[in-house]
């Protein structure tokens, strides 16, 4: 069974600027979560999508937002990129209909803002 | 406020020895408890998890404990060996809500 995958693996991009994450899940599998992760701050949860709904989300500003296809796939979007932005963001995903699944992870996508 | 805490940032340990990886965490709705190892450049992957119900779980080399009264649970590895070299996430969930701590450092040294 194919993992999870997410493109691009490595982005550069300027402050003020705009970027879109992709994420593919394990086939099957209609949840995917996003997290970042910085040094030292380990996964901080960024929002969850379930059959195209998110359902839930983590602290973190508006510039941040996703979505989810009806192929189970996510995008993430940031607007207005800062410096603060850059670190690895990470997708997981996971069964999610009922009880407990653990979760699955991508590689991640190395952002860095300059 | 942090949920889920590892209070130690790194850990050393002799290859064969016993490495003790610790979490702690402070909502006591927290039903489900799970270990993830992560390798740079590379996403987590899942290693070991403990329902609530258990206070012990047990995977080859790996084990992990939960001590409910004192919200803490930890990871043992016996014996530690050089590709266990990574950074340990302890997580918790209830729910939908998943929960991780920041990470300690394993280096497991020849």
């Known amino acids: 069974k194919a993992g999870v995958t997410q493109t691009p693996r490595y982005l550069i991009k300027t402050r003020g600027q705009q970027v879109t994450l992709s994420c593919s899940p394990i086939s099957g599998h209609r949840s995917v979560s996003w997290y970042q992760q910085t040094p030292g701050q380990g996964l901080q949860f960024l929002f969850e999508?379930?059959?195209?709904?998110?359902?839930n989300k983590g602290n973190f500003p508006g510039r941040f937002s996703g979505r989810q296809f009806s192929n189970s796939r996510s995008e993430m979007n940031v607007s207005t990129l800062e410096l603060g932005d850059s670190a690895l963001y990470l997708c997981?995903?996971?069964?999610?209909?009922?009880?407990?699944?653990?979760?699955?992870f991508g590689p991640g996508t190395r952002l860095t803002v300059t | 406020d942090q949920q889920v805490k590892q209070n130690s940032p790194s850990l050393s340990v002799q290859e064969g020895r016993i490495s003790i990886l610790n979490c702690d965490y402070t909502n006591s709705m927290f039903d489900y408890f799970l270990w993830y190892k992560k390798y740079p450049a590379e996403g987590p992957t899942f290693l070991i998890s403990?329902?609530?119900?258990?206070d012990k779980n047990e995977d080859g080399r790996f084990t992990v404990f939960l001590n409910k009264s004192a919200k803490h649970l930890s990871l043992h590895i016996v014996p530690s060996q050089p590709g266990d070299s990574a950074v340990y996430f302890c997580a918790a969930s209830y729910g939908q809500n998943f929960v991780f701590g920041p990470g300690t450092r394993l280096s497991v040294l020849p």
């Open positions: 999508y379930f059959s195209e709904t998110q359902r």
């Open positions: 403990i329902s609530s119900i258990k």
């Open positions: 997981a995903s996971r069964r999610g209909t009922g009880g407990f699944s653990e979760q699955y």
